[in-house]
């Protein structure tokens, strides 16, 4: 099933996606609970209405070189255990929304990636039982000014700005393996990145386990499993799409920010 939330009448309303026509739900919360949800009898054309990300995240952790092939290209050896960083709520984005190019950067890059929903509350979750907490899998595009990565240091500057986030366009109940699915990169229609996530360095159930060993996951909340080989540059007026089969194709072009000033110390 591909639950959506979407806004239709200047309100939030939540909904499965069949083809082109949302079939309307009702949930009792702000988030998709998808224990919670019954059919209100009513259905809207997509086009009728505007997609949101199909959850709303506390926290995004992500993997940092998670396939051999972008660890080879980044010319970085592959770690022991998990890189994991965070992107902040605020950087979050639905399908069809800008990507904003910061002026403080001059190299903005694109990563696709399969992103991971947490739907029940995880702690100390082992391997072997974390695919039961998770809800479904959506596209993301873990975009970074690659510019502010240094290889050695914190790179949370380079992936937090706003709109750096994209998620969607729908959350997938239905898939039982994560790491049978393969993930593509559009950039304005050409193929620039394809790997099967079998090819994971670490696998979704083991980074659910590292992950909760630490902090709490709640539900909503959002994993990114890192990007293959393939990154690019983006630039204002490109066009890139996530497309994982059986998930959807997330789509988002890029503008330039606006002209506000911003403090010395920013640049
Ligand atoms: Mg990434």
Redesign the pocket.
Same mark, same amino acid.
């Given at each position: 099933m591909k639950l959506v939330r979407f806004l239709e009448n200047e309100a939030v309303r939540f909904g499965r996606l069949e083809e082109d026509i949302i079939i309307e739900l009702e949930s009792t919360g702000p988030d998709l609970d998808i224990n919670r949800l019954s059919g209100t009898g009513r259905q809207f054309e997509t086009a009728a209405v505007k997609l949101l990300t199909p959850c709303l995240p506390s926290k995004i952790i992500? %993997?940092?070189l998670?396939y051999r092939s972008?660890a080879e290209e980044m010319k970085h050896p592959l770690p022991k255990k998990p890189i994991i960083f965070l992107k902040p709520s605020t950087s979050v984005i639905g399908t069809g929304e800008p990507i904003i190019y910061p002026p403080q950067s001059k190299r903005v890059d694109y990563?696709a990636?399969l992103a991971v929903v947490i739907g029940q509350r995880a702690y100390r979750t082992a391997a072997s039982e974390a695919l039961d907490y998770v809800a479904g899998y959506t596209c993301a595009n873990?975009v970074?000014a690659r510019d502010k990565q240094p290889k050695e240091g914190q790179w949370t500057y380079a992936?937090s700005f706003d709109t750096f986030c994209p998620l969607g366009p729908a959350l997938e109940t239905g898939i039982t393996d994560p790491e049978s699915l393969v993930v593509r990169g559009y950039l304005n229609g050409k193929l620039v990145q394809e790997a099967p996530t079998a090819d994971h360095y670490f696998t979704v159930a083991d980074i659910i386990e590292f992950v909760s060993g630490c902090m709490t996951l709640l539900p909503g909340d959002v994993i %990114?499993t890192?990007?293959p080989s393939g990154i690019g540059s983006l630039n204002p007026g490109d066009s890139f799409e996530v497309s994982i089969e059986g998930i959807g194709t997330l789509v988002n072009r890029v503008e330039t920010a606006g002209q506000a000033d911003l403090p010395a110390g920013n640049i």
């Open positions: 992500c %993997l940092g998670n972008h990563e990636e873990d970074t992936k %990114l890192g990007t």
